[in-house]
């Protein structure tokens, strides 16, 4: 299991509930095809979960 995971904001939240807008913004993610850098872990990957449909994530060794 890697140590940080990279998450790319890759699809506009416009038309989902606004918990899940909440989300990405918890995340980082403000604008379309920004990418932050996150440490790997079960809260970050629950927040992933709920955005898996908006965002592309790939482990960072």
């Known amino acids: ?11 506009s939240s416009i038309g989902y509930e ?7 913004h918890a995340l980082g993610l403000r604008k379309l095809n920004q990418t932050v850098v996150h440490d790997d872990n079960p809260v970050i990957r629950g927040m992933i979960k709920k955005v898996n449909h908006l965002v592309v994530v790939e482990e960072v060794e």
């Open 1 to 11: 299991m890697a140590e940080k995971i990279r998450i790319k904001y890759a699809k």
């Open 18 to 24: 606004r918990s899940q807008r909440a989300t990405l």
